[in-house]
């Protein structure tokens, strides 16, 4: 398990401290970065950030599945630092699984971390970035999404019935159609928003600029929003949304786009 702690600087001193656990996938180069990227621009909270992996390099069913699997035990790992809060890192690895009896992967995963880690006392808020993601959308009142996506196309088709399941309308996307996760992580920006401005936005409410936590994006957030004029979102800022929703904590993460701000919750 490895550790990036955020020390308060001059002035700080006496925020409240909260501990991140994040549960990424092996090859994920990114939210590690962009997590604590975004939180530590709050001004009321310091945060440091606890991780644990799951082996997965090829964005295929079959290897998500296979890192589904090592769940219980990253899971564990991260209970043991006694984090405040948790992020299921892997938007795809849940969404690719769809829904069972009307409910969604994301529902059922998270339901399972809660229980696991209540089973030894412990009680952290916990989140996915896939239900990060749904929770953001709905929150800011958008249901009609235009998603930016690294996967292959057969997979893309599955994240976008996943968000359809969900009763948000996909209106137009775009998969960059890259397999290799390690190779995600270092798609070019200008890729990601020439791939966003071949969208026809003119039906959506909202923006999903990266639908995953492992294709970069947050440099490119508000840059996106002020071109297109609507909300953009990633699944980083989705993540960074929620925890801080779940921890109590006041929203208000400047310079990247109208999510992170202190009116999100009555629209944007």
């Known amino acids: 398990m490895t550790e990036t702690t955020f020390h308060p600087g001059p002035g700080d001193t006496g925020r409240p401290h909260h ?107 916990v989140t996915s970035s896939a239900g990060a993601l749904v929770h953001a959308l709905r929150t800011t009142g958008a249901q009609r999404v235009a998603l930016v996506m690294p996967y292959l196309r057969p997979v893309a088709e599955l994240v976008v019935a996943y968000f359809e399941a969900e009763g948000i309308a996909v209106t137009d996307w775009r998969a960059l159609e890259v397999s290799d996760n390690a190779q995600v992580g270092c798609i070019p920006g200008a890729q990601v928003l020439d791939a966003a401005r071949s969208l026809d936005l003119s039906g959506a409410d909202a923006l999903v600029l990266s639908a995953c936590v492992q294709m970069p994006s947050l440099p490119l957030i508000q840059t996106a929003e002020d071109e297109f004029g609507l909300p953009v979102l990633s699944a980083a800022t989705a993540g960074a949304f929620t925890l801080l929703d779940l921890l109590g904590l006041p929203v208000h993460l400047p310079g990247a786009g109208r999510l992170l701000t202190r009116d999100a919750k009555a629209g944007v």
Do not use: W
């Open 19 to 125: 501990r991140i656990g994040l549960v990424v996938p092996s090859s994920n180069t990114t939210v590690e970065r962009e997590m604590p990227a975004l939180l530590q621009r709050h001004r009321d909270a310091g945060f440091s950030f606890h991780s644990t992996r799951m082996r997965m390099h090829t964005v295929s069913p079959e290897e998500l599945r296979a890192m589904n699997a090592q769940r219980e035990r990253c899971v564990d790992e991260i209970g043991d630092a006694g984090v405040d809060a948790i992020l299921y890192a892997c938007l795809v690895a849940l969404m690719a699984q769809g829904h069972t009896d009307g409910v969604g992967e994301h529902e059922l995963t998270e339901r399972a971390v809660v229980d696991q880690l209540g089973n030894r006392g412990l009680a952290p808020q």
